[in-house]
């Protein structure tokens, strides 16, 4: 069978690499192409554009790329005719994909179409989820509660697993033992400001600010891909330690602040007691507006799936050196604080699983052309 996959970003293809390694597994004929990144090429993946000529984050970024975003589309829709694919795979990227997959249900008829890793329609924009589920012909969501949501709505959505469930599983597997030279094993406060420079210029002189209070503790930075070192370093001083280890910096450390997203998860994963933050622009406005724009009571994915309060969020207008100061107080020093929060972890885990998302995935993808 011919597989098609459109990943917009990195982490997406990360997931489309692991999920073409499952499909090989389940189906020895299978050929792909798509949209993606390197790790998809090294997969075996024929690319047609690297995502990083597609990753156009905001109104504004995207009104600024306008040409390019049309080109890719073009890019796309040449390509989906050119292959002929038997399944489209939709991951995550949601206003590129549900373009995509509205041009494949109109010109390519006899095409399955799967979107793994759907958009976070349970958070905001709930209205696409009617849009998702007509179109597609499988849903495979990665959190256990898109079951329920999409069941509110009539839909089915499978829980196949979780990828950072299985990036973490993979880490521990081969790094059990921490190498004690290492100055990520030296207890400390570890630092994950983000993913994007915006996010680390907002973010981390105020992360640090707060990390600064405690002498006790270094300080260890965990930077992110594609961004260089010199941009942190911008920021340290003497002593504060950059690393791009990220997993072990996080397991070995005592507390760790981190920009809220998919690395609150990772952290809480890996077992580190944490304080949740995130920027925004017009942060007193956002509080007002909340309400309005987002339908869950949580902005992180720790809290969300617990479905309970078990980081501090300190988002907006509750970003600041005092209150990020106080909630680390706590979890460095408070023994019970840090156990309840530990506790509630080890029952995410536990609601999780233990499926691997990619193997999962591939099963149900196979399954609908047999």
């Known amino acids: 069978m011919k597989y098609f996959l459109i990943a917009g970003e990195a982490s997406g293809d990360l997931h489309a690499a692991n999920l073409i390694e499952a499909l090989k597994q389940e189906d020895p004929t299978a050929q792909f192409s798509g949209l993606g990144g390197d790790k998809m090429v090294a997969a075996g993946c024929r690319l047609y554009q690297d995502y990083r000529h597609m990753a156009f984050m905001g109104i504004w970024a995207v009104l600024m790329n306008i040409g390019s975003v049309w080109r890719n589309f073009r890019i796309a829709e040449q390509a989906l005719m050119d292959e002929k694919p038997d399944v489209l795979v939709l991951i995550d990227y949601p206003s590129f994909n549900l373009r995509m997959a509205r041009f494949a249900r109109k010109n390519l008829p006899q095409i399955r179409i799967v979107y793994y890793i759907p958009p976070k329609v349970w958070a905001w924009k709930t209205f696409r989820i009617h849009e998702i589920c007509r179109l597609c012909d499988e849903v495979l969501g990665i959190f256990p509660f898109e079951e329920s949501f999409y069941r509110r709505y009539g839909y089915t959505c499978r829980y196949v697993g979780n990828p950072t469930m299985d990036s973490i599983r993979k880490w521990r597997s081969t790094n059990s033992s921490p190498v004690h030279a290492s100055a990520e094993c030296t207890p400390h406060i570890a630092i994950l400001p983000g993913s994007r420079r915006s996010e680390v210029k907002h973010c981390l002189p105020l992360m640090l600010e707060a990390a600064r209070s405690f002498n006790d503790y270094p300080i260890v930075v ?138 999962h995935a591939a099963r149900r993808i196979v399954l609908l052309r047999k």
Not at 293 to 305: G, M, R
């Open 222 to 359: 965990a930077a992110a891909p594609g961004i260089d070192d010199d941009f942190y370093r911008s920021y340290l001083r003497g002593g504060e330690t950059l690393t791009r280890n990220t997993y072990a910096a996080v397991a070995t450390a005592r507390a760790a602040i981190v920009n809220s997203g998919t690395a609150t998860l990772e952290t809480a994963l890996l077992g580190c007691p944490q304080v949740a933050v995130y920027y925004v622009m017009l942060s007193k406005t956002l509080g007002f507006l909340r309400p309005l724009i987002f339908s869950i009571p949580f902005f992180t994915l720790v809290n969300i799936i617990a479905d309970k309060e078990v980081i501090q969020e300190m988002v907006s207008y509750r970003f600041t050196v005092k209150e990020v100061r106080a909630e680390l107080e706590r979890l460095l020093n408070d023994e019970k604080y840090r156990s309840d929060m530990l506790a509630e972890y080890k029952r995410l885990n536990q609601t999780l699983g233990d499926t691997p998302a990619a193997v």
